[in-house]
């Protein structure tokens, strides 16, 4: 095993740190003028003379990092990412609603890409939502045979759980009329039965050969293969970005035995800088039992979480499970990963052993099936902290919202999920979808409001989260939702930092700017707190700091 002690073992110069404002999501003190800094820990939070006092009596000669006009925040935490593939998707060509509007602009933009690139190798791109585009609707192969007849050409749909390829990979893959639909997964055909070269969750295994996550039913496979040096690539890329958005700790939410790795090679090269807490899939429960890992394990920079299961699809990709079928099309009901005996069975093993589990659910009876199975299992052995997590909990009825109060589940949301395609949720299933992502609902029901980004999904920009959380308007400028789903700039700003922290069981270490804990924080161009809710997203990111030490800018 590494020596995964390294990072732990990180200095920083002591150094007072001042700002115009310092919120720091303490309630104790929630307002401060300067920060002691040093070997990584906050030493004193206060006055400056506090601070200064603090250097004293500790024989400190702190230098000083001074901020005016600037608001210093806790680092933000992003306890819902998935950072491989994210580095992946920053390797390909971005066709998303800020580059293409349209079917033929998504065409021109792949070929403008694949005349960057070697002859032979595949053409990828990423972000389109079908719903924002000109045509509503997903691209077809037909289209992407625009693009190239020889060689693979895949787009990947914005929910990340599917997409369209060209016909040349099915015919590479062996995908034909009569090929059957994986458990789990569909390969989607017209109203005469031609593939149309759109297919989501495990009909993806097909273009993720020998070396992709292999996960069945467990959940959808979202990666394909590449070599470990290229994933060490692709992470240094993705700290860069989760490092400019003022983003300090993650929560990696589909880890396999191939992200295990990646990030331990990281560590070996001494160039993690982000904190990562792990969810390994369900797969892998067995082998997390068999090893033991149901304690802590790690450092202050890389450890283990707890279990990341699917109960259905996603309502962007018309994969969440509704049986009485979508509004947009009634013969889409969508999939439960799991019967809810199976599904709580799982549970009840990863609680019975200690395990946090955190569970994709998008649709009201997804959702349902994740409250019963914790529901059970903690009546089977009761632990008031079990801090068992919902993902995105779309659509949860108020029923299911009252017990996940009683009951200490932690929905874990993506406000920036409506942001770019709120209005698509309600064409796919009518006015519920109004209420997509309602934070107002869980903290009035005493439920916490925790934020992420699902990166890339969405791009790790909490001050994007924390606006449209705010406000409830999406890209298109329509307000998804009546004003009692908003929440305050207050209430968002601890959704992103003190209450991921407490979702991924670290609150000691991090979250707020507290005596004690890890010196994580950003230095940003504004207050968010004093600033209009339309206009925080443009708030910038001037710094970021991790263990003392700027990370980013400066």
Request: net charge negative; proline share 7%.
């Amino acid at each position: 095993m590494r020596a995964l002690a390294t990072f732990d073992d990180r200095d920083s110069t002591p150094t007072i740190v001042t700002a115009a404002a310092i919120r720091t999501v303490d309630p104790d003190t929630p307002t401060a003028e300067a920060l002691l800094i040093s070997g990584g820990m906050i030493l004193a939070v206060g006055s400056l003379s506090d601070a200064e006092a603090t250097a004293a009596e500790r024989g400190l000669d702190p230098i000083r990092a001074d901020f005016p006009g600037a608001t210093i925040v806790p680092g933000f935490v992003d306890p819902h990412a998935h950072p491989l593939m994210y580095g992946q998707l920053l390797t390909w060509i971005d066709v998303g609603p800020d580059k293409a509007a349209s079917i033929p602009e998504i065409v021109d933009l792949f070929k403008a890409g694949a005349a960057k690139l070697p002859a032979g190798v595949p053409i990828r791109g990423y972000g389109y939502e079908q719903r924002n585009l000109a045509e509503r609707r997903h691209p077809t192969r037909h289209e992407l045979d625009a693009v190239a007849t020889d060689r693979e050409v895949y787009i990947m749909n914005a929910s990340g759980h599917g997409g369209v390829v060209n016909t040349y990979t099915l015919d590479k893959y062996g995908i034909t009329r009569d090929t059957p639909n994986p458990e789990g997964g569909e390969f989607f055909r017209d109203a005469s039965g031609e593939l149309t070269g759109e297919l989501s969750d495990a009909a993806c295994n097909a273009l993720t050969g020998l070396h992709g996550v292999k996960i069945g039913h467990h959940g959808p496979n979202f990666h394909l293969g590449d070599e470990p040096a290229e994933h060490q690539r692709q992470l240094d890329l993705v700290q860069r970005e989760f490092l400019a958005g003022g983003v300090t700790a993650i929560g990696d939410a589909q880890v396999s035995k191939r992200e295990f790795a990646a990030y331990l090679e990281l560590v070996d090269r001494g160039q993690l800088h982000l904190r990562v807490s792990m969810y390994f899939l369900s797969h892998l429960l067995d082998s997390v039992l068999e090893l033991g890992l149901t304690g802590p394990f790690g450092n202050a920079f890389l450890s283990a979480a707890g279990i990341k299961l699917y109960a259905d699809g996603t309502l962007g990709g018309w994969t969440a499970y509704f049986p009485e079928g979508y509004v947009g099309d009634p013969c889409r009901t969508g999939q439960l990963y799991h019967s809810p005996e199976e599904y709580s069975e799982l549970v009840h093993r990863a609680h019975a052993a200690g395990l946090q589990t955190a569970t994709h659910a998008q649709s009201p009876t997804a959702i349902r099936i994740v409250v019963d199975a914790i529901e059970s299992a903690l009546a089977a052995r009761p632990d008031p902290d079990a801090r068992h997590r919902i993902e995105h909990c779309g659509l949860p009825e108020s029923g299911d919202i009252e017990r996940m109060a009683r009951l200490g589940i932690r929905p874990v949301n993506q406000t920036q999920h409506y942001y770019n395609w709120g209005e698509g949720v309600e064409q796919a299933i009518g006015t519920p979808g109004e209420r997509f992502n309602p934070l107002g609902e869980f903290l009035a029901a005493g439920v916490p409001a925790t934020l992420s980004s699902d990166a890339p999904v969405a791009e790790p920009r909490p001050l994007e989260a924390i606006q449209t959380a705010v406000t409830r308007v999406t890209r298109r400028g329509h307000q998804l939702g009546p004003d009692s789903l908003r929440i305050s700039a207050e209430a968002a700003l601890r959704a992103h930092t003190l209450e991921g922290a407490i979702t991924l069981g670290r609150e000691r270490e991090f979250g707020s700017l507290t005596v004690g804990k890890r010196a994580d924080f950003a230095v940003l161009g504004a207050d968010p707190l004093n600033t209009p809710g339309p206009e925080i997203a443009a708030i910038p990111v001037l710094e970021t700091w991790v263990d003392g030490t700027r990370r980013f800018g400066g």
